[in-house]
């Protein structure tokens, strides 16, 4: 038994090919779909995935504000954010942020299951919503992915 093919091999940030990948979020359920993404953004769908380094994909999410919320979650979930200033706590809820900004659903929600490092905002940066089915990222070429769930 050779003992060298057991080590584990990390990957170096030079070795790394990001891939830009395409996803319609039309009808999809907010929670699955943010995991999904997540999980590409991270780069754990790929063989070489290291925790330690941002090896993931470009995503490219369209029709943010065609995507589904399961039950009473459109007008019972509220988001909860802060001025900065006394007595600056504000509670918004997901139909509320839908209708002004449908983007921004969908990047809380991709945002928050990120590690809140200096890794994670490095890898959130690789995340791109349109509430539209136009996107400014023809020239990278990106991949349709179904995903599934």
Not at 1 to 17: G, H, L, W
Not at 98 to 117: C, G, Q
Request: overall charge positive; aromatic content about 6%.
């Amino acid at each position: 038994m050779d003992s060298v093919s057991y080590k584990t091999r990390s990957i170096s940030p030079a070795e790394i090919q990001r891939e830009w990948v395409v996803v319609d979020a039309t009808d999809l359920v907010l929670g699955r779909l943010a995991s999904q993404v997540a999980s590409i953004i991270r780069g754990k769908h790929k063989t070489f995935y290291t925790p330690n380094i941002d090896c993931g994909d470009h995503v490219i999410i369209l029709n943010a504000e065609k995507v589904r919320l399961t039950g009473n979650k459109r007008e019972d979930k509220m988001h909860v954010y802060h001025t900065g200033y006394p007595g600056g706590q504000r509670h918004v809820s997901a139909r509320r942020i839908l209708e002004r900004t449908p983007e921004k659903l969908i990047e809380l929600a991709v945002r928050r299951m990120l590690p809140k490092t200096k890794l994670g905002h490095q890898m959130y940066a690789k995340l791109h919503v349109y509430a539209g089915n136009e996107h400014k990222h023809q020239a990278q070429n990106p991949k349709p992915l179904e995903l599934k769930y």
